[in-house]
């Protein structure tokens, strides 16, 4: 008889874990895959033009002494794109800077003639040594019109200017290239 009551205690136990696991298999199926964004990508930051412009023996050609700070990017689950500028004792004391983000070319030695659109992400003012840090976001649906609108795809490039203001270059212009946009990460753009 006592055997007879362990057995059972034992096959009880073994239907309450076989039903716990039923459950635990039944609830992973039931939820989402968790969403993944992007890897972290660290791209140089460049100097294209001296302080003061452009000229003909230094041109806006996206070529330029490197090691001026870096540039972190990634994309979230959402698509949001996330960019972080370093800039390191390389910028106009004292100067502020409007970070764009630049549809194509996403080249070095590519002239930004080639460039088929910007937006700005903001303002990056340096201190009186020239550093400056600051973080941007901007949202996926904005970048996939400006990037993907103007005939790019996944795997094709962007890249980041630094400069006064639109055409002002009168504080050097700095970039970092090539930057990819994946228009497939997070929900579709209306």
Do not use: W
Request: glycine share 14%; hydrophobic share 35%.
């Amino acid at each position: 008889m006592r055997q007879d009551l362990t057995l059972s205690r034992r096959a009880a136990a073994l239907s309450r874990l076989g039903l716990v696991l039923s459950l635990m298999a039944l609830l992973m199926l039931l939820l989402p895959a968790a969403a993944v964004g992007s890897p972290n990508v660290k791209l140089d930051l460049f100097r294209d033009c001296d302080v003061g412009g452009c000229t003909a023996g230094n041109p806006l050609d996206m070529q330029g002494p490197g090691g001026q700070g870096f540039v972190n990017y990634n994309q979230d689950d959402s698509g949001d794109l996330r960019v972080v500028v370093h800039m390191m004792k390389s910028g106009a004391p004292n100067g502020t800077y409007t970070v764009f983000l630049v549809c194509g070319p996403g080249g070095i030695g590519t002239p930004h003639a080639q460039s088929c659109g910007f937006t700005s992400l903001g303002s990056l003012s340096t201190n009186g040594k020239g550093n400056a840090t600051g973080e941007f976001t901007i949202p996926k649906c904005t970048a996939d019109a400006l990037i993907s609108g103007n005939a790019f795809t996944t795997g094709q490039q962007a890249h980041i200017d630094l400069l006064k203001g639109a055409g002002d270059q009168s504080l050097g212009t700095f970039v970092a290239t090539p930057l990819d946009f994946d228009p497939t990460l997070g929900p579709p753009c209306p």
